[in-house]
């Protein structure tokens, strides 16, 4: 319909470096209101896409052309489709004491809280 306002999109950019064994651990637990979902592979020598490909068939990969982590989230951002309203960034640190899965969800939850607010209903 003509001036029917779409829904904001929303992507996750993940940096990712020989991560082939932890991708279970983030990938299932993307929620459904994320649109896009871009790892970029820095440099992986083990099955890090493949792996990504697999499990979510819809993932992007962008082969990181730069070094660090910082090079691979400016990569993963300027790869992202217009018409984004919001974005996250995740990494795959499992020996932080906050599982990755469980940031992404909140992550999730609060650009959820934050847009219900400021879309307007109806």
């Known amino acids: 319909m003509e001036g029917e306002q779409q829904p904001p999109r929303i992507s996750v950019v993940i940096p990712a470096h020989n991560e082939a064994e932890n991708l279970q651990y983030v990938l299932p637990c993307i929620p459904s209101i994320v649109s896009e979902v871009i790892l970029v592979d820095g440099h992986s020598t083990d099955d890090t896409s493949a792996i990504a490909r ?49 940031l992404i969800r909140r992550s999730s939850a609060s650009v959820t809280r934050y847009l219900q607010e400021r879309l307007p209903v109806g």
């Not at 993932?59 to 217009?82: D, H």
């Open 54 to 102: 697999q499990m979510l068939p819809t993932i992007r990969i962008v082969r990181q052309t730069g070094k660090g982590k910082g090079g691979a989230l400016r990569e993963g951002f300027a790869a992202l489709l217009s018409g984004h309203s919001a974005s996250i960034a995740t990494t795959l640190y499992i020996r932080a004491r906050t599982p990755v899965w469980q």
